[in-house]
């Protein structure tokens, strides 16, 4: 299990599109402070493995496309508490101004993760 605290903002003024699927983890969010729109769908659209052994040590077996296509989008704020479970495209389609803060759990029954 890997935990950690994800400060995620803005840059010159615009959210930076982001788009995932870990395949061996499942991740919770627990959002502490601000707000956003994460999106959780179907498939990814551009999709592409991660080929960066040090980028798979820490997030675990992924791909990373450009949106993520189907599913749903929700505005998330504190207290809200998010599961997104392995194979499942997700990213964040806007930040708020302010940002967002969250405690990130990510479950590693298969071991792939680095420990620290």
């Known amino acids: ?35 956003g729109t994460l999106a959780t769908g179907e498939m990814l659209d551009g999709a592409k493995e991660l080929e960066d052994p040090d980028v798979a040590r820490e997030i675990g077996p992924s791909a990373e496309g450009v949106t993520v296509k189907g599913g749903k989008a929700e505005r998330i704020g504190p207290g809200d508490i998010v599961i997104i479970s392995p194979d499942t495209p997700h990213g964040f389609t806007e930040i708020c101004r302010e940002g967002i803060s969250y405690v990130l759990v990510r479950i590693d029954p298969h071991r792939v993760l680095q420990l620290r």
């Open 1 to 35: 299990m890997g935990v950690s605290v994800v400060r995620r903002s803005r840059v010159n003024g615009k959210t930076v599109p982001d788009a995932l699927q870990h395949h061996a983890i499942t991740e919770v969010y627990e959002v502490v402070s601000g707000c």
